[in-house]
């Protein structure tokens, strides 16, 4: 069943190519039955995970080393699958507008790709598949913004979003070797290992450093602004409302549960970046006047206050921090696709445009208004409960 869920949007994604590019109407009706399609099987799973573990597992690799093809649902991470097929299915409908129809089959085709990446991530219960989604997810966000958001800035931040997520996974790598050189085996989840504690911080600082670019956290949060900026606003959606919680879903499932001592050493460091996150994700929030990037810094400051929230190690630590994921990738990729409608009216992210907006179009206001609540944590709102 795992199984299913996870690859119904590649086969989805490989229906679309074989569609003719001229028949727009197939296309986006394929499209956005296979997003409602995986929303529908990622439900079925909502009341069977919380109450134990649903998952599919076969021998991969025999030998001194073991590996399996494992995934798995749990309560932890239905509520990541629940957020992934949940927002493709807006996404997909914004793509709908996108202008060149020529190139709609192949851009729809990418979004299902980059949801069967993030589904095989989040329902990884063997850290070789974890690491293979986690580069794997770098591939359609990376063709999407040299392809079809094609503008010189948005192939500048392509390459800058390839190469720094790159540098992290070979880090990543590093860290996946090191831990099955001493525990012989890439199924982790839910053993205990006997690991060196000094070992254990080097191993953990690899897994970090992939997770803290990942998410991102400032300082490693470089390829973000531009990238954020220059992707079509159905693409950012699922870049800010789910790939940036790979990282975090990352510390809760591996980092923390294989490394408990070194997660505890390094917990001062992550607070203080977290701190810094927030602080200086706010203050580039208000300098800002490009309602994109704008979004993403208040993005950075929002991600920042999980990761506090997450290594604080309090006894709502782990609740709360999920809460926040939820609601900051509801959120976030609310304001990317609202931002994203307002542009295709005005023909500009330019703050300065937006004037006037309740007139011409008060129930885009309306959302917009009832998003930015939330962002800012109103009472009554998805935003609150958490912080």
């Known amino acids: 069943m795992i199984s299913v869920l996870v690859f119904f949007p590649a086969l989805v994604a490989l229906v679309l ?16 039955a296979g997003a409602l399609g995986t929303f529908a099987l990622s439900l079925v799973l909502l009341p069977v995970a919380p109450a134990g573990i649903a998952q599919d597992s076969y021998d991969w690799i025999h030998g001194a080393v073991a590996a399996s093809y494992h995934v798995r649902v749990d309560g932890t991470s239905v509520w990541f699958v629940l957020l992934t097929t949940f927002l493709t299915v807006p996404a ?122 990942k998410t991102p ?26 790939q940036s919680k790979a990282g975090l879903y990352g510390f809760i499932v591996f980092a923390m549960p294989l490394f408990p001592a070194a997660a505890h050493y390094f917990a001062p460091a992550l607070l203080v970046l977290a701190a810094s996150s927030i602080v200086y994700g706010a203050l580039c929030a208000i300098a800002e006047r490009n309602a994109k990037t704008l979004v993403a810094y208040t993005s950075l400051s929002h991600l920042g206050l999980v990761l506090l929230a997450l290594f604080a190690f309090d006894v709502t630590s782990l609740p709360a921090s999920i809460l926040m994921i939820v609601s900051h990738g509801v959120i976030a990729a ?54």
Request: charged share 10%; proline share 5%; net charge neutral.
């Open 92 to 213: 997909v409908l914004a793509a709908f507008t996108y202008r060149d129809t020529a190139r709609l089959r192949g851009y729809l085709a990418l979004l299902l790709g980059f949801e069967w990446t993030l589904l095989g991530l989040f329902t990884a219960g063997d850290l070789l598949l974890f690491y293979i989604y986690w580069d794997l997810m770098l591939i359609p966000v990376f063709l999407a913004l040299v392809a079809y958001a094609d503008t010189p800035e948005a192939r500048r931040a392509a390459w800058a979003y390839l190469i720094y997520n790159l540098a992290g996974g070979l880090v990543f790598l590093a860290g996946v070797i090191g831990v099955v050189l001493k525990t012989h085996t890439f199924e982790v989840l839910g053993n205990t290992f006997a690991i060196d504690p000094e070992l254990q911080r080097w191993l953990f600082a690899a897994f970090a450093l992939a997770f803290l670019i």
């Open 17 to 32: 190519l074989c569609v003719p590019r001229a028949n727009t109407a197939l296309l986006k009706g394929i499209a956005l």
């Open 334 to 387: 609310a304001l990317f696709l609202l931002v994203g409608f307002i542009e295709e009216r005005v023909a500009t992210n330019e703050l300065a445009a937006y004037g006037g907006l309740q007139a011409v179009a008060p129930r885009l206001w309306v959302f917009m208004l009832i998003a930015a609540m939330a962002l800012l944590g109103l009472p009554g709102l998805s935003g609150f409960a958490g912080e």
């Open 217 to 242: 956290v400032f300082p490693f949060h470089a390829w973000m602004p531009p990238a954020y900026t220059q992707s079509p606003s159905s693409l950012v959606s699922m870049i800010s409302g789910v």
